[in-house]
């Protein structure tokens, strides 16, 4: 009896060691695995009021992530999610300050204002010319004569390079008063003049302007963006910001009721706001590679490189929900802000300035945006149903 008492015992232990390693494995496959390909809307709708007065204005974090030299311990760990998230100390919104979102005097770009940024690019004449490096789309770096440079990106061959798209994106920003995309605006340039101005290190190079630029009448026409002088990178311990071990981990701090440890939380309000912006533009390039670059000490997330968004699907791309489905937790003044966002507003700013093009978007791309915009919505209020305010509108 003793014998046959001791053999069920040990199969008893037997079973509960192996469900517990069952377990385990389902977390870490979990961790790893895309969301499966339903849209990320939750059925629960909870509309809260809309917000009194005028939007809040803030200055810029500054808030540093760690830097290439400054490594955390790779290995490291997030502690086990607690049932809530206690931290509820007030940060500084990575926002600039902006007095009203439709007006351009206001807008402003890692502490200055945008238009001071833009005039010597509207007027410089063009003295050198190079090309940048990375991805298959043709990117140049443009000097003036007064001293001013820029990124270029003309129409081209490599039609998921949009320029006109960049500048919509800069304007959506705006209007959501984020001001992380650099300023942009377009420009013609003659294909003689840019052929000549191709740095003498890269003269090889210089048949990619006319086999890759679209040229009409000897005219290109493109978008320049402000050149950012330093860029640098995010870095979670050694991984970078966008890279799978890094997803991973920010990825569970943004969820509900994770603790996001304090000298993370400007970092991940910043990884909110672009998730939020990109599913808005559907933007489907950010987290393909070398998309999610940094201010040189690492501490500000800039969203650049936005020519591959506006798509005229309603409800967005497969990508962007996989992206937004990993946060949970959002800035409540950018919330009630694209809450009180009017299709009137994005008309009118998109319908400024647009030369040398016909249109930045078109009735389709707009409409598509603004039916994305209720759908983020939509996902945002059933978090709220489900977990409350104060567990889902977590940064200021």
Known sequence: MRLGTCIALEIVTGLVALGAASVGTAWAVEELREPPGRPVVSRAVVTPPAPAGPPRTAAPSTAIAAAPGRHEDATARPAPEPVRDPVR?????PAPAVATYTDPATWAFAGQLDEPLLAPLRTGKLTRVKFNRGGTSLSLRLDFDNGARAAFKPE??????NPRREIAAYRVDRLLGIGRVPPAIGRTFELAEMVAAVDKSQKPSTRRLHDEMIARA??????????????GDMYIGRSRVDSTDAIVTWRRWLKVGAV????????????????LFDFLIDNTDRWSGNNARASEDGGTLYFMDNTLAFSRSKRGHHKSHIYLSRVQKFSRRLVERLRSLTEAEVR???????????RLLDDAQIKAMMSRRDVLLEYVDGLVAEHGADRVLVFP
């Open 89 to 93: 100390d007030p940060v500084r919104d």
């Open 156 to 161: 081209q061959t490599h039609l998921h390079s």
């Open 218 to 231: 000897g005219v290109t026409k493109g978008e320049l963006s402000w050149w950012i002088p330093v860029l």
């Open 348 to 358: 009118e700013v998109m319908a400024r300035d647009v030369e040398p093009f016909d």
């Open 260 to 275: 996001i440890p304090e000298e993370r939380r400007a970092l991940c309000e910043q990884l909110s706001a672009m998730a």
